[in-house]
């Protein structure tokens, strides 16, 4: 609520990265940024410790770590980032509000009524992106745990290299903390610290390549059916391929010196953020949709969004990044007429109304099939996670007595034990 009032007592002029010394100057509006980010970021710490503890005291009998389901080895992995990383922004935006209210000389560099404040705008700088890169984790870990928990249901196999996949979210975090200076290339610190960051930015690759070797061993042999939440996965799947490919172009110096605040970034991140977050997000929605409804959402309408959203997705980060090359700049209204590129920021802009048309769809899916909708039954997708051994929607309570897990999350017939849950057998 202070976050969208500050953008009504005066807009920001820094950016969302709230780069001081802008930020320590103009509207008031920065203020309420700086308070609402404190807020935001110790609410995120206090869940994340909800959803450690849960996951580390409260799992039922028999669910070792590597027997849960997937999604929650990604939720534990982001959980750790909240604890650990976002303490770094609230005291970033806790030490802007006191330079700014308080005249606080801690990142203001510049002369003030005659005196040197001697501050040092990098410092906000390393402090942001200490936090804000593995925040992108925040999105992404999830995201990826959903890729690869829907894709065994709708292979029809185990999840190809569970262990590796489970420990790769955690390897992503870890190393999620050293590459923040891959985003102050261009900012003028030490030039031997680039180095550094570069190859800890290309570390990144190597636990998201186990991740995508497993989606494909996952599918590979498997009896695959195309449901809508299965053709979101799979579009997460290009999509995010295609913000992975673009990653190491911006992680090395020599080539992000020259991209550095053009649209090729623009175009990475929204690769990135929509192929590990968005579709995924979509996915689960209509994933989940019967268990939380108790009925099914419309098959042929979810296809439209489908295949109206991922062509032209592809259309406009493939183009972001084209024209970015040609010379785009981020943060301006507009751009010069000499660059080449308005036939190139047409499709980009097309691309995003057909986007914003096919998320229309979804929206008017979801609220039409609530009433309308094929009841579901309780596991629609023959699922063998706990969620889905009872009745669609939910009740209040879920099983009657302490459920103990018997077999291997993903075992579709092939291991040959046939429940995951047994109902009242874990309360010895
Ligand atoms: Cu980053």
Not at 224 to 231: D, E, K, Q, S, V
Not at 338 to 347: D, E, S, V
Not at 386 to 415: F, H, K, N, T
Request: charged share 10%; glycine share 10%.
């Amino acid at each position: 609520m202070t976050l969208l009032l500050s953008a009504l007592v005066g807009g920001w002029d820094s950016g969302w990265t709230m780069y001081p010394p802008l930020s320590l100057q103009g509207s008031v509006g920065y203020q309420f940024v700086f308070w609402s980010v404190f807020a935001i970021g110790l609410s995120s710490i206090l869940g994340s410790l909800n959803l450690i503890a849960t996951i580390l005291l409260m799992r039922p009998k028999g669910m070792s770590m590597f027997r849960m389901p997937i999604f929650c080895w990604a939720v534990l992995a982001t959980s750790i980032i909240q604890l650990t990383a976002t303490q770094f922004i609230g005291i970033d935006f806790l030490l802007l509000s006191f330079e700014r209210s308080l005249g606080m000389p801690i990142f203001n560099p510049m002369m003030v009524e005659g005196v040197n404040m001697g501050g040092e705008p990098l410092l906000h700088q390393h402090l942001f992106w200490f936090y804000s890169h593995p925040a992108v984790y925040v999105f992404v870990l999830p995201g990826l745990g959903i890729i690869s928990e829907l894709l065994p249901v709708f292979s029809r196999k185990p999840l190809f290299g569970y262990r590796w996949v489970a420990l790769s979210s955690i390897a992503i975090a870890l190393v999620g903390f050293l590459v923040w200076g891959h985003h102050m290339f261009t900012s003028g610190y030490q030039p031997y610290l680039r180095v550094a960051f570069m190859i800890s930015t290309l570390l990144v690759a190597v636990p998201t390549g186990v991740k995508f070797f497993s989606w494909l061993g996952t599918m590979w042999g498997g009896r695959l059916t195309f449901p809508t939440p299965m053709l979101f996965t799979l579009g997460s799947i290009s999509v995010f391929l295609i913000g992975g490919l673009s990653g190491p172009v911006l992680a090395t110096t020599t080539t992000d010196l020259f991209l550095h605040d053009t649209y090729f970034v623009v175009g990475h991140f929204h690769a990135t953020i929509f192929g590990g977050f968005v579709f995924p997000f979509f996915a689960a929605i209509y994933f989940w949709y019967p268990k939380i409804t108790g009925r099914m959402y419309n098959e042929a309408l979810g296809k439209w969004h489908f295949w109206l959203m991922t062509p032209a997705f592809w259309v406009m980060s493939i183009g972001q990044m084209s024209v970015g090359v040609m010379g785009m700049r981020r943060h301006i209204a507009d751009y010069d007429a000499g660059l080449g590129i308005a036939t190139g920021q047409l499709w980009i802009t097309l691309a995003g109304f057909v986007i914003a048309f096919s998320i229309l769809l979804m929206i008017y899916n979801l609220f039409s099939s609530a009433e309308v909708g094929r009841v579901a039954g309780a596991n629609p997708w023959k699922s063998r996670s706990p969620e889905w051994q009872i009745a669609s929607p939910v009740p209040d309570i879920s099983y009657p007595a302490p459920i103990r897990v018997v077999g291997e999350p993903y075992d579709y017939g092939l291991l040959g034990s046939p429940n995951y849950v047994a109902v009242g057998a874990g309360d010895d």
